[in-house]
Every structure is written in structure tokens, then in C-alpha cells.
Nanobody, 122 residues
């Protein structure tokens, strides 16, 4: 079993930045593909970004490319999501995700964090 704990959400003005963190425990961190999803009210949970076990490979949703950066520190069992140039449409609950294999949609993810709210005001 993997436990994921997110932090770093909050309220920010459009154009601002936030950094989300997610600490994992329960399995060797280097064995996990990590990522982030988000869910806005009334919408399905959508893929945001993922990162390979070593951190060498990353994937992004088109809507966040060039603005968000995912990274990981395997020594700290932590994955990050740096969010820049935030827009009101980025407002959502952001969830940390982990699995043994690559994932591009929520149905493929084995482990989830509890979520952290990000609100971007216009």
C-alpha cells in the first residue's frame, strides 16, 4: 500500500505561481511512476502530468505544457508540481497519483492522495 500526502495548494491571482508537493510512503519511491491529476467541480478527473521512476521522462497535458513542471526527488520520496502563469481555468482539486506503471488516465492509477485545492482568481 502506498500513502500519498499533498501540500502546497491555495489561492493565487491569475498569472501567479504555486508549487505542490506530494510525499509518498509505503513502497520504494524509485519503483513508482508519479503524477498529478486535477478535478474541477462537475468535471471528470483529468491528467495533468507524470514523471518516470528516474525522473528522466515527463509527460504533460496540452493545457499545461510550458506553464507547469513536474519533478521528483527520490531521496526525499517527494514529487513536485511547479505551476506558473496560472489561469482561472486551472482552478481545481489537485491529486497526487502513483502506480507501478505509466498512466495517462485516472482509471489506470492505483494510489491517490487526498487532494489539495488550487484556486486562481481573475
Amino acid at each position: 500500500q502506498v500513502q500519498l500526502v499533498e501540500s502546497g495548494g491555495g489561492l493565487v491571482q491569475a498569472g501567479g505561481s504555486l508549487r505542490l508537493s506530494c510525499v509518498a510512503s509505503g513502497r520504494p519511491f524509485g519503483s513508482l511512476v508519479m503524477g498529478w491529476f486535477r478535478q474541477a467541480p462537475g468535471k471528470e478527473r483529468e491528467f495533468v502530468a507524470s514523471i518516470s521512476r528516474s525522473g528522466a521522462t515527463t509527460f504533460y497535458a496540452d493545457s499545461v505544457k510550458g506553464r507547469f513542471t513536474i519533478s521528483r526527488d527520490n531521496a526525499k520520496n517527494t514529487v513536485y508540481l511547479q505551476m506558473n502563469s496560472l489561469k482561472p481555468e486551472d482552478t481545481a482539486v489537485y491529486y497526487c497519483a502513483a502506480d507501478s506503471n505509466y498512466f495517462g488516465r485516472a482509471a489506470l492509477v492505483a494510489y491517490w492522495g487526498q487532494g489539495t485545492q488550487v484556486t486562481v482568481s481573475s
